[in-house]
């Protein structure tokens, strides 16, 4: 199955500033899930964006979805030191098989 | 309502042993699936069941199997356990009625294999 592919790897940011994140895929989706995981903790889920959809929102997060291009992107607005985490993007080709990429380490300073 | 719920949370075992790591997923959700995480090769899907069924298997050798019960609860086992199956194991669950469904993770077994 393909994964999904973040880029950048790593973001460290101030407090107060967005943080953008991409994913790439190669083949076509059902949906697209984004996911955060605190150190030594289990994923938490984000938001999910239908593959008939182009931008989901929730909160302070904004979620774009272009399939022509195969990519995804995940803004944080005015983040704060407790969006610290890791992100990930996970493409559900069906059947609930989710491909994940290698995630995004965000790091937002006080 | 209650989340994924995964048992135990942390466990050390010694190589060649077996390990059974256990799952209650999200109350209604019949869809169960378990991945492995670990440094080098991230999050990887291990398997899916439905309804007592396997419906979906990753690319994983047989010592990596599972089970659900009646109660959608779900069960792993790894057999003959290897340094590197140490990683995090997490569960997940949705409805998994149709493609498309969120699917909620819980917060994941710590294997270590000493």
């Known amino acids: 199955s393909q994964q999904g592919e973040e880029d950048p790897q790593a973001l460290s940011i101030q407090e107060g500033e967005n943080a953008t994140m991409n994913c790439s895929y190669k083949?076509?989706?059902?949906?697209l899930q984004w996911y955060r995981q605190n150190s030594g903790r289990g994923l938490v889920h984000l938001i999910l964006i239908r593959s008939n959809e182009r931008e989901k929102h929730s909160g302070r997060l904004r979620v774009t979805l272009d399939t022509s291009k195969k990519s995804s992107s995940l803004l944080i607005t005015a983040s704060r030191a407790a969006d610290t985490a890791s992100y990930f993007c996970?493409?559900?080709?069906?059947?609930?098989?989710?491909?994940f990429g290698k995630g995004n380490q965000v790091v937002v300073i006080p | 309502k209650a989340g994924v719920t995964q048992t135990p949370r942390y466990l050390i075992k010694t190589r060649g042993q077996q390990v059974t790591l256990s799952c209650s997923p999200i109350?209604?959700?019949?869809?169960v699936s378990w991945y492995q995480q670990t440094p080098g090769q991230g999050l990887q899907f291990l398997f899916e069941?439905?309804?007592?069924?396997?419906?979906n298997k990753g690319n994983f050798p047989g010592r990596f199997s599972g089970r659900q019960f009646s109660n959608s609860r779900s069960e792993m086992n790894v057999s003959t356990l290897e340094l590197g199956d140490s990683a995090l194991y997490l569960c997940a669950s949705s409805t998994g009625e149709s493609s498309g469904n969120t699917i909620y993770f819980g917060e994941g077994s710590w294997l270590t294999v000493v």
């Open positions: 996970a493409t559900d080709h069906g059947n609930n098989r989710l491909a």
């Open positions: 069941y439905f309804s007592e069924t396997q419906r």
């Open positions: 083949t076509s989706i059902n949906n």
């Open positions: 109350s209604g959700h019949r869809s």
